[in-house]
């Protein structure tokens, strides 16, 4: 099954805007990354944030981390025609540190 | 620095036949995986290897196998395919647990089993 579970599935919106996607997971982590994938290609790593952490921000990229709520969200900001992808949150669960499990990814369009 | 390379990028099978699909990384990373990814899903994961001459299964290891002769290659069969594999398989290495540092992944297999 699957441990992470992003919302939305898909989302649209117009160059400039910001983007917001969210995962929630079930199970204790050590750490949730977020990958990108274009269309057709392999998936790209974005961000890893720890357990221990609550934010953490790379570039246009701002992610957070609720462990209590087992949730975060990545916020893309000041979007571009180029942001278009598919955008999957996986997480490290705290009793196999080997495996990292995937959501199913919400797939972004930014329009230009 | 190629990273991360899988061969072959497609490959058409008829039900029952066999193939491997070969992934190979010049990182010198001790961690491998194979992943399949079904359309509108994300990534399962089949095996993995924690070192050379180590694997072990994943998520749905079913109907697949593994092996990791070398260090730098993780070798992915299917024994006897079925219509249910047709995927897009993906390799990934990390230095460490996956679960402690990012994956780099290659490019994919699109496998289609008539």
């Known amino acids: 099954s699957q441990q992470g579970e992003e919302d939305p599935q898909a989302l649209s919106i117009q160059e400039g805007e910001n983007a917001t996607m969210n995962c929630s997971y079930k199970?204790?982590?050590?750490?949730l990354q977020w990958y990108r994938q274009n269309s057709g290609r392999g998936l790209v790593h974005l961000i890893l944030?720890?357990?221990?952490?609550r934010e953490k921000h790379s570039g246009r990229l701002r992610v957070t981390l609720d462990t209590s709520k087992k949730s975060s969200s990545l916020l893309i900001t000041a979007s571009r025609a180029a942001d278009t992808a598919s955008y999957f949150c996986?997480?490290?669960?705290?009793?196999?540190?080997?495996?990292?499990?995937f959501g199913s990814g919400t797939r972004l369009l930014v329009r230009p | 620095n190629a990273g991360v390379t899988q061969t072959p990028k497609f490959r058409v099978l008829k039900t029952g036949q066999s193939m491997t699909l070969l992934c190979a990384q010049d990182?010198?990373?001790?961690?491998m995986y194979w992943y399949r990814q079904d359309p509108g899903m994300g990534l399962r994961l089949i095996h993995y290897?924690?070192?050379?001459?180590?694997?072990a299964k994943g998520e749905v290891p079913d109907g697949y196998n593994v092996s990791r002769l070398k260090k730098q290659n993780f070798l992915l069969g299917l024994e006897s395919a079925a219509p249910s594999q047709t995927s897009v398989y993906f390799c990934?290495?990390?230095?460490?647990?996956?679960?402690?540092?990012?994956?780099?992944f290659g490019s994919g297999t699109q496998l289609s089993v008539l």
């Open positions: 944030i720890r357990s221990n952490e």
């Open positions: 996986a997480t490290a669960r705290s009793d196999s540190s080997y495996k990292l499990i």
């Open positions: 199970t204790s982590i050590n750490n």
């Open positions: 990934a290495s990390s230095p460490s647990p996956g679960g402690s540092e990012k994956l780099f």
């Open positions: 290897s924690v070192g050379e001459g180590t694997t």
């Open positions: 990182m010198n990373h001790e961690y």
